[in-house]
């Protein structure tokens, strides 16, 4: 489970507070396809990363699994979110002057990974996502799908149960978006719990198991795909 109790998030406490979250109760099954279906402004970027160990809140607990992570300290988090997180965010944060290997490898080269078994295992992430043809080209002369792709293998590479995206076809036209998301949907039948913040309706409903919806910072519906509407 991934659990967010009693979740109060301020921003701007001393100046122009913002109250995204108050008192927020949050609960999802790993393991899962799972999309947060928002317009914009509503907290969903907030959300995922205060469930990534990027942001704190102000008030209440998270629960990953057993790991309470608002009891970590500096360090602990850091390693948690090397080893438990892979995060996949709109605009491709990529080193433009390195090469689709390089890039791929950063995750393991903070892990402290030796360079043959990063290589190896980047070679299987990029094998995954159909980019072993452009292994070593710069990053740079690639194409926006492909950059994205690039950015999943470097999410993946790690092993990481937890795959966050933030709006991650935002930058892409519609065809690349989809293979996209087709590429999230197999992570998470391979196992791996898959969050998906998103505010195309649509993708959410096609790919997901569950949509939540959130507005104004509160969760206001439920949706099991498959199934009849929860609205709880
Ligand atoms: N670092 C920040 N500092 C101040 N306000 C922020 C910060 N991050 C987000 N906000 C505010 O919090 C609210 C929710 O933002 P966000 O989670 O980014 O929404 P969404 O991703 O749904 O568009 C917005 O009003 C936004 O302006
Ligand atoms: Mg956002």
């Known amino acids: 489970m991934i659990k967010l109790e009693n979740v109060s998030k301020i921003f701007n406490k001393k100046s122009n507070p913002i109250v995204v979250f108050d008192n927020l109760n949050f609960e999802i099954e790993m393991n899962k396809f799972i999309s947060i279906l928002g317009r914009s402004g509503s907290g969903k970027s907030t959300l995922l990363n205060l ?60 892990r402290g990974v030796d360079k043959k078994e990063r290589e190896k295992k980047a070679k299987e992430v990029l094998m995954f996502l159909n980019l072993e043809d452009r292994i070593n080209e710069k990053v740079c002369n690639l194409s926006g799908g492909e950059q994205q792709r690039v950015c999943i293998a470097r999410a993946l590479i790690g092993d990481a149960n937890i795959i966050l995206a933030d709006e991650p076809t935002g930058n892409l036209d519609y065809e690349r978006g989809q293979e996209v998301l087709k590429y999230l949907k197999k992570i998470s039948l391979d196992g791996k719990s898959v969050i998906l913040v998103t505010h195309n309706k649509d993708d959410a409903y096609k790919y997901s198991d569950y949509v939540y919806e959130i507005n104004d910072g509160k969760i206001i519906n439920r949706t099991k795909i498959g199934d009849e509407n929860e609205n709880s």
Not at 58 to 85: H, M, P, Q, V, W
Request: no cysteine; aromatic share 8%; glycine share 8%.
């Open 51 to 110: 469930i990534g160990g990027i942001e704190n809140p102000d008030k209440g607990n998270i629960y990953i699994g057993n790991n309470n992570i608002t009891k970590l300290n500096r360090d602990s988090l850091a390693k948690f979110r090397n080893e438990e997180i892979g995060y996949i965010f709109q605009k491709f944060i990529l080193e433009p002057s390195l090469s689709v290997i390089d890039n791929v490898v950063i995750p393991l080269v903070i």
